[in-house]
Nanobody, 124 residues
Framework: QVRVVESGGGLVQTGGSLRLSCQAT????????MGWFRQAPGKEREFVAA????????YYADSVEDRFTISRDNANNRLYLQMNSLKSEDTGVYYC?????????????????WGQGTQVTVSS
């Protein structure tokens, strides 16, 4: 059984930065796609970023490209999301997700495992 735990959320001012971490246990992440999703109050969960098993191929939502960077450390089963130039619209609960090698990265329903989420609040 895979367990996924996020950390690093918090309160930050507009224009600030945060780094989220995701720790997966129970199986090597080298054969999985890992991604980040977020959910704002009253809205559906939306795709943020993902990368394939080796970490070379990455994907970003248009709204975060050039501000967020996803990276992973397969040796330690960790996924990261560096978030810079944060905006109020980035506020939400951020979830780490684990899916197959070929998962459609923007399809939340296709991912196998999810963490409980970490809150990110950007204040003006």
């Amino acid at each position: 059984q895979v367990r996924v735990v996020e950390s690093g959320g918090g309160l930050v001012q507009t224009g600030g930065s945060l780094r989220l971490s995701c720790q997966a246990t129970g199986r090597s992440m080298y054969t999985y796609t890992m991604g980040w999703f977020r959910q704002a109050p009253g809205k559906e969960r939306e795709f943020v970023a993902a990368n394939r098993n080796t970490g070379v191929t990455t994907y970003y939502a248009d709204s975060v490209e050039d501000r967020f960077t996803i990276s992973r450390d397969n040796a330690n089963n960790r996924l990261y999301l560096q978030m810079n130039s944060l905006k109020s619209e980035d506020t939400g609960v951020y979830y780490c997700a684990v899916g197959s090698l070929t998962v459609p990265v923007k399809s939340a329903g296709e991912y196998f495992y999810w963490g409980q989420g970490t809150q990110v609040t950007v204040s003006s």
